[in-house]
């Protein structure tokens, strides 16, 4: 088990839901918006995001290194009366570009190191068939000092320039940064400073 794996499974080993279990919010709004398709949520954890969109008749796969998290998530998924995929691999050697194109992909304070975060970033945007969506929320660098989650390394957090570099050839729909209040179980509670991203496979 690499250390990022034994940290995740660590952080999911209480009965309780780390990050709650309702759907973050802006993953919320822009799928209301969208035909049900085949969606992949990469750094899924413990399945409130695969389970909601599970519930609105999309074809689900979720992904993560935890398989604490991959448990917790398919219980989720039962007791909701949903069924989601729910792979364990490092987004690094998942199949992306032979698993079939994607109607949508989420990425949820998915943090990835820059050694590999513009890669990955390229090869989810690849992905993605003509006319899908990329749905995006994560921790900008004023988070930093918030008692409210995320990385406590600058190179950790994102701005919206360098997700856009990261995107580039997506169609931005919408692109913002924005100070939240966060409700997201015991992990993600109190003010935080985000971006959010709503792009298009032109």
């Known amino acids: 088990m690499n250390p990022t794996q034994q940290f995740w499974n660590e952080r999911y080993a209480a009965a309780e839901y780390l990050y709650g279990t309702e759907p973050n919010e802006w993953f919320r709004l822009q799928l209301a918006r969208l035909a049900p398709g085949r969606i992949l949520l990469p750094a899924e954890g413990e399945g409130r995001n695969a389970v909601h969109a599970a519930g609105r008749g999309w074809e689900v796969t979720a ?48 943090h990835f190191p820059p050694d590999f975060r513009a890669e990955t970033h390229r090869r989810l945007a690849q992905a993605l068939r003509t006319g899908a969506h990329l749905i995006l ?11 409210s ?3 406590r390394s600058p190179d950790m957090l994102y701005t919206l320039e360098l ?31 985000v971006v959010r991203l709503l792009l298009q496979k032109p």
């Open 137 to 147: 929320e994560a921790f900008h660098p004023e988070q930093l000092g918030r008692s």
């Open 63 to 110: 992904l993560d290194l935890s398989d604490q998290g991959r448990d917790k998530a398919l219980q989720l998924a039962a007791q909701e009366g949903t069924s989601i995929r729910y792979d364990i691999a490092d987004i690094r050697a998942y199949p992306l570009e032979t698993a079939g194109s994607w109607d949508a992909i989420g990425l949820f304070y998915a």
């Open 149 to 151: 989650g995320g990385p």
């Open 163 to 193: 997700l856009l570099d990261d995107f580039a050839g997506l169609t931005v729909l919408e692109a913002e940064k924005a100070s939240i209040i966060l409700n997201e179980g015991p992990g993600h509670t109190g003010p935080a400073e």
